[in-house]
């Protein structure tokens, strides 16, 4: 079966006004199959908006390829470059880019009146918008015009109206960023669930980890025009690619360290920090853990990583409490469930499993590939 989306070693460059040039998508690689849900992650600048708009036709790449459902939409040797309305999908913009004139039905219908091909009948088409309305539960709302209707309302609309034309491709430009963050989240799982329902592929931009983590059934983290990583959010959040990839989603605490002559550890200013058996063979790194991987105790824990500490400061957040442990020149912030259990200024030590420890080395001085894959491209 075709994949939904192929892009391949895509690159597009813009030119300043001050004639600086930029790589805003610099070798993209991506495969995107049927009925997923990929969402693009990066900061602001990183090149997300670039690609989608790239694969929608709204940017022309200067080389590389991109097909949808196996067509080629664009490629850069043979000269191939489909018009937006051609392409086959519908895309979702962050402004919703509703018309302020027309009423929610009639811009719900503009892309169906606006085929260029398998035009329907009137009859037909007022089916198609109800039944597109009523699916993201404005069914009531279709005679109101935009300026009638709440952030959230509209949202509905303009996804009524990426809807409508049964794309198997959806394009999101941050459709969420402009709701309060209640409607936002509501919007984010009625979202999901017309996907799941109706099984289109979607390609979704954001610059919000934990709406990506929510979303997506890959995430691809993108850093000045480059893919870092492609994979689950499970696999970019615990084992990330690269040090970009575990500092940009979610937190980390890190100290850097360099390998024992005996092989076994890495020294850091703090002690011996062991990594687990797939960490890769390096002479320098930065070791990076999360907060919720390292465990607080009275007593010197055995068996695994020991860090000494003195406590400055916790803060209780319902689900966990987060305490500021502060070793000589080093602070880390460490995670625990529960209430307080420990008080500022007392001694303790943070334990830390092997397995937790990424390692990422800091020098050309990697020895070999790990085996097991935990840190490299
Ligand atoms: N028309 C343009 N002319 C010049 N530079 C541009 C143009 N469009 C984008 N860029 C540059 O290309 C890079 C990628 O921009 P892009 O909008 O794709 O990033 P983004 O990740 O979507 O950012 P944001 O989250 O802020 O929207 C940035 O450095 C940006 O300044």
Request: hydrophobic share 40%; net charge negative; aromatic share 6%.
């Amino acid at each position: 079966m075709d994949h939904s989306l192929s892009i391949r070693q895509l690159t597009k460059h813009f030119r300043r006004r001050d004639g600086a040039v930029v790589a805003a998508i610099d070798d993209a690689n991506l495969e995107v199959e049927p009925g997923e849900f990929v969402v693009l992650l990066g900061p602001s600048g990183c090149g997300k908006t670039t690609l989608l708009r790239s694969v929608a036709g709204l940017e022309t790449p200067d080389s590389g390829s991109i097909q949808v459902n196996g067509t080629p939409v664009f490629d850069g040797e043979r000269g191939t470059c489909v018009s937006p309305e051609r392409r086959n999908l519908s895309m979702m913009f962050q402004s919703y880019a509703l018309w302020p004139h027309m009423t929610a039905e009639q811009n719900v219908r503009y892309p169906l009146e606006n085929r260029k091909t398998d035009r329907l009948g009137r009859p037909a088409m007022k089916d198609k918008v109800a039944a597109a309305l009523s699916m993201v539960g404005i069914g009531e709302l279709g005679a109101q015009y935009p300026a009638q209707l709440s952030g959230g309302q509209q949202q509905r609309v303009a996804l009524a109206r990426a809807l409508v034309n049964d794309s198997t491709v959806v394009l999101f430009d941050e459709p969420l960023s402009n709701v309060d963050a209640k409607v936002r989240e509501q919007l984010r799982i009625e979202l999901l669930a017309t996907q799941r329902r109706l099984g289109f592929t979607a390609l979704f931009v954001t610059h919000d980890q934990a709406e990506a983590m929510e979303l997506a059934t890959r995430i691809a983290v993108l850093d000045r025009g480059k893919v870092q990583q492609i994979g689950t959010p499970t696999e970019v959040y615990a084992r990330p690619a690269t040090e970009y990839v575990a500092k940009f989603i979610g937190n980390t605490n890190q100290l850097s360290g360099r390998q024992r002559s005996s092989g076994d550890g890495f020294e850091t200013e703090l002690g011996t920090l062991h990594a687990g058996s797939g960490a890769p063979a390096c002479t320098a790194a930065n070791l990076l853990w999360r907060p919720e991987n390292g465990q607080l105790s009275r007593e010197r824990p055995v068996g695994r990583n020991a860090l000494p500490g003195r406590i400055v400061a916790s803060l209780y957040l319902g689900t966990h409490t987060e305490y500021l442990v502060r070793s000589g020149e080093v602070s880390s912030r460490i995670w625990t469930s529960g209430p307080d259990r420990f008080v500022r200024d007392e001694d303790v030590w943070i334990g830390i499993n092997p397995e937790d420890i990424m390692v990422f080395p800091t020098e050309d001085a990697a020895v070999a590939e790990p085996d097991a894959v935990r840190v490299g491209a």
